[in-house]
């Protein structure tokens, strides 16, 4: 198994930043990709950023030029995704969640993971 550990999040003024990390507890096989998605109390979890190994990185219309996603170790030891998020606004207060798809072993499968999130709140 794989436990996703994400950190970073608080409370911002309006305008301001904050820098998000999430680590994998494990070295796998292969990492497809390494996103981040956040949720609201009553609404769906909703997209906002992805690093995937194949493909260029892509960004929810929303966060679009204020956020920035990157990663390293993804073949490695404790595979780590950040969000590094700027010009914070109060629509943006939400529960984050790392998401990670890949290959823990050759033969496993392509398999989802999540973690429990972290509270970013945006306020004067």
């Known amino acids: 198994q794989v436990q996703l550990v994400e950190s970073g999040g608080g409370l911002v003024q309006p305008g301001g930043s904050l820098r998000l990390s999430c680590t994998a507890s494990?070295?796998?096989?292969?990492?497809?990709?390494m996103s981040w998605y956040r949720q609201v109390p009553g609404k769906q979890r909703e997209f906002v950023a992805i690093?995937?190994?194949?493909?260029?990185?892509?960004?929810?219309d929303a966060v679009k030029g204020r956020f920035t996603i990157s990663g390293e170790n993804f073949d490695k030891f404790q595979p780590t995704v950040v969000l590094h998020m700027n010009n914070l606004r109060p629509e943006d207060t939400a529960v984050y969640h790392c998401?990670?798809?890949?290959?823990?072993?050759?033969?496993?499968?392509?398999?989802?993971?999540w973690g429990n999130g972290t509270l970013v709140t945006v306020s004067a």
């Open positions: 998401n990670l798809e890949g290959w823990i072993t050759e033969v496993s499968g392509r398999q989802n993971y």
């Open positions: 494990r070295r796998l096989f292969s990492i497809a990709s």
């Open positions: 690093m995937d190994v194949l493909g260029p990185t892509n960004y929810s």
